[in-house]
């Protein structure tokens, strides 16, 4: 089926969880939305049809279908191009009930809706100009942002915070763009002469702006998605009670006996903005026991592909042989050292730690005490600590590979300026790293490109 064939259809779906809830939504879009709700839904009152409804109206009645009655509801309608598609839309609001929301579906379907496709809402919204790709794509990190500073991420960037960043950067090189055109097609016209200089300043702040988003790519991740962390250390040096503090609850058997953690125990915890994909382990430590030597390798595995180490050490004991060979292991990872058991006194060598490790904290697991700046030296070494509110952040791989092909055309275009090579070169150059910034925010994006976005999204959306 063709786009504008696809786009005339009107289209519904429940817009909810399919689950016992207070209310549920079913949602219809399309030129015919208003017809095709009004053959399903009865208005309370009589002197009022859905037809006739002005847009941002909330109309109470019944939905029913050829049975009868299926539930009250609220119609709410929405006139193009004043709605989240751009089309007329209707959402229907009944008691979320699964059986009520999927046989007031099956009504839109015999009133003449066809099944919405996974994020066909949103997609219907970006080809109606209603958002840039980046807004759309920023409408799926809203609905799983699992933090404060990740919703206000996702949503600086679906109101077109990263849309207008990219627009600064693309007005500029489509000025420089087009005015080393003017000079290479018409040398004989009274047209400035080119200053290099000048050429060469606009290229670098475009420069900057993107290698500003690129820096920050890793730390929104940490936002968006977590990082896999791993608890490492020797038998009872606190680990599975650091474990426990941060996921709130008993995730990790306890008890005084060296060795009892012989698996690995995975648990996803927030600690502030930050989500981290934590995995306790077994305590680093020769042993003959040939149950605990498997837990060792597993911790000795994990710990070699984590993204994020936290090495735990008894701050009241001396070091040891093992503690020494733990800070060699992990300090050649991004990691933080924990010194553990403040409670009880220091007495562990703190100097040798603070100098295999670039952040290490001072806290007790078991009271709770430093666990503020543990949050904020994770803060510190994950980059989430440098992010502000309503930042826009690159939040797909698809939009980091775009940058960094902008990026790359910029550095060659100076590279040709600086080298005196032809002004053509330099324009090819300019040409392509505006292209890729048109990818970016979906002007140039291919249909296949844009068909993979969405087909992340789920029905409804």
Known sequence: ???????????????????????????????????????????????????????????????????????ECVALVFRAPHSYTGEDVVELSCHGGPYLLQRTLRAAFSAGAVPAQPGEFTKRAFVNGKID????????????????????????????????????????????????????????????????????????????????????????????EGIDTVIVGRPNVGKSTLMNLLAGHERSIVTPVAGTTRDIVEETVRLGDIILRLADTAGLRKTDDSVESIGVGRAESRLE??????????????????????????SRQTSIAVINKKDKGIIINTEYIKNKFKHTVLMSAETGEGLEELEKALGEITGVAALSDNEPILSTERQRLCVVRSLECIKEARQAIRESITLDAVGVCIDGAIDALLELTGERATETVVDRIFERFCVGK
Not at 18 to 24: F, K, L, N, T, W
Not at 191 to 202: H, M, N, R, V, Y
Not at 309 to 327: K, M, N, Q, R, Y
């Open 1 to 71: 089926m063709q786009e504008g064939e696809a786009m005339d259809r009107v289209i519904a779906a429940i817009s909810t969880a399919v689950a016992p809830a207070g209310i549920g939504v079913v949602r219809i879009s399309g030129d015919r939305a208003i017809e095709v709700a009004g053959r399903i839904f009865r208005p309370a009152s009589k002197k009022r049809a859905l037809e006739d409804a002005p847009g941002y109206t909330a109309m109470y009645g019944w939905v029913f279908d050829a049975d009868g009655d299926i539930d």
């Open 133 to 224: 790709l980046t807004g759309a794509e920023a409408v799926m990190d809203l609905i799983t942002a699992n933090s404060r500073l990740a919703a206000k991420s996702a949503l600086a960037v679906r109101e077109g915070a990263l849309y207008r960043k990219m627009e600064t950067v693309l007005d500029e090189l489509t000025t420089a763009a087009a005015n080393l055109s003017a000079y290479v097609d018409f040398p004989d016209d009274d047209i400035p002469e080119l200053e290099s200089g000048a050429l060469d300043k606009t290229l670098k702040k475009a420069e900057e702006t993107l290698n500003n988003l690129l820096d920050k790519f890793d730390a929104g991740k940490v936002v968006r």
């Open 305 to 330: 592909r984590a993204a994020l180490v936290i090495a735990v050490f008894d701050g009241s004991e001396p070091l040891t042989e093992d503690d020494c060979e733990l800070a060699e292991k992990s």
